[in-house]
């Protein structure tokens, strides 16, 4: 039952980029650093070393990596969506939670601390904007709303933001129930105004 | 012109509450020690620590301080904002500026640094529970809404959580331009949705 090297490999890359998701969400930026991750993980400081050459490196590959998994499972899954008036309450839902779990703690202590990091700034710009436009892209297929019509974009747009301040508002406290109501009332504003418009 | 040592208590106080959002805003939590704000603030360390026993209290007291001085001076000058249509955007727009400058940036810097310290989340919480109130509040006041009727609430709750999904965006980058979209569209939503309800 001998593993081939890359797989091995691969397998050791996954454990680290999981456990720095993991440690970023419950110790913040300051109590993250690659010895904390690589014994979360199992691994060696070196052989941690050897995947990701600075702290830097292995954040932001973690916040990218993890967001893809995320996303490709949500589509693979998206087929369980409910259809009718039902499926926009379940998509803002599904979208809400996208920002209110562990990875976006996670990507939340990195954007903080990349505020006064220039090394890490430089990372996670384009990183913050790649997730924010698959998480765009994937809103629009979910809704099985036009982008092309008025509008359309700046209120899928909208919705998401709205995800990212129910996320912050998540972050000391469980506002699970409070949320739930505006879930609620911002799938009734989607119905209304997509449809108006599609 | 001997001032009264009661004025001058107060105006240290207020020159050390400043000082310590503009800190926390540009260097973040970590950079922001009692020693560098008194510093900023033309006080001894003595004299800061005679105002605020600790960091933490500073800090806490700083946001409280500038969030009520912010809302007050809205709340003075509400009248100069234009009546009928235009009135919602201007609102949204002004809405959306509480936090997309110093005062959230700070703000932002508390709450996570919070996540990891069990002293300031116990102040935190609460404070962000009354930030978030009198938010809310100016909100239905500047928008001329009533609560009463249904959905009504959760929209303007779903106005300031988009609102501070929108100063998460603009941490590292200057997001005003795509900004401007969503809060155009966002009014034209709010005018629709809450004059449909009123």
Redesign the interface.
Known sequence: MRQPQQDRSRATRQRLLESAIEALAE??W??STVAVVAERAGVSRGAAQHHFPTREDLFAAAVDYVTNVRTDWIREHSADLPSGRERTRAVVDLVVRMYTGQIF?AA??L??????DEQL?DL??PL?AHV?REAHKLAVELLGVDETAP?V???V??T??????????N???DDSK?RA??I???A??LD??LHARA
Chains 1, 2 share one sequence.
């Open positions: 110790l913040g300051a109590g703690r939340l202590h954007w903080v601390a990349a505020t006064s700034r996670v710009v913050e924010g509008g974009r700046e209120t747009q909208a998401l933001d709205m995800a990212r301040g129910l996320g912050l508002a972050l000391l406290t409070r109501g505006i609620d009332r911002w009734e504003i209304t105004t």
